[in-house]
């Protein structure tokens, strides 16, 4: 069965660094979002993705994030300057078509740490 | 304020028994709606889901009910086994063009021996 899959599995970085957490949607798929879910929380909205933008952002995607399509299978979220508050798991999940239609299935995560 | 949220954080059931975990939603424009199953460690894992034009589902060994009027769903599992242990969400989509899915806290399903 077709899986989200993400690396690394663990990213330990520092404060003001850049960090990019990688996603590869399964295949078939049009739709790409991020989440996050900090330790003992609901999983949070970030952004969905679709035809090589963004369709929708929650507030807590500010200027610090971005997302990336730069290929015909990976998709990324970059976080320019990490900071303590950024630690926590980042879900990438993938649809045939919008949320509204169809199940979001997600992949194993990536904690980050920021120290 | 949340928009969907769980009665219980913690539900304890005998092997064999049958589950029922609950979820309030507070938004009546949701229209779709879907329960993630999420083990330690890993991501949450899509179960079943339902849309607002229906009242009632099954899949396998799992029924999800819901119900408008109160704005309540609900997620049965039946014959519960240990790899039934984990935490499930509820999750909605609020209608109006929203890709993203806003998510409950999570009840804890501990299966007891």
């Known amino acids: 069965e077709p899986e989200v899959t993400q690396t690394p599995s663990h990213q330990v970085t520092q404060m003001g660094q850049e960090v990019i957490l990688r996603c590869v949607p399964i295949s078939n798929h049009l739709y790409f979002y991020w989440y996050r879910q900090i330790l003992g929380q609901k999983v949070e909205f970030l952004v969905s993705?679709?035809?090589?933008?963004?369709?929708?952002k929650s507030e807590i995607f500010d200027d610090q994030f971005s997302v990336e399509r730069p290929d015909g299978s990976n998709f990324t979220l970059k976080i320019r300057s990490t900071k303590l508050e950024d630690s926590a798991m980042y879900f990438c999940?993938?649809?045939?078509?919008?949320?509204?239609?169809?199940?979001?299935?997600f992949g194993p995560g990536t904690r980050l740490t920021v120290t | 304020g949340e928009s969907v949220g769980l009665h219980l954080p913690t539900l304890s059931v005998q092997e064999g028994d049958n589950s029922i975990i609950n979820c309030a939603y507070s938004n009546s424009a949701s229209d779709y709606f879907i329960w993630y199953k999420q083990e330690s460690g890993k991501g949450p894992q899509f179960i079943i889901d339902?849309?607002?034009?229906?009242d009632k589902r099954q899949g396998q060994r799992v029924t999800v009910l819901l119900n408008k009027t109160v704005k309540h769903l609900s997620l049965q599992i039946a014959a519960t086994q240990p790899g039934d242990s984990a935490v499930y969400f509820c999750?909605?989509?609020?209608?109006?063009?929203?890709?993203?899915?806003?998510f409950g806290k999570g009840t804890h399903l501990i299966i007891q021996p």
């Open positions: 993705f679709y035809n090589n933008e963004i369709s929708e």
């Open positions: 999940a993938s649809s045939p078509s919008s949320g509204r239609a169809l199940a979001q299935y």
């Open positions: 999750a909605e989509n609020m209608g109006g063009g929203a890709d993203g899915l806003t």
């Open positions: 339902i849309r607002s034009n229906m």
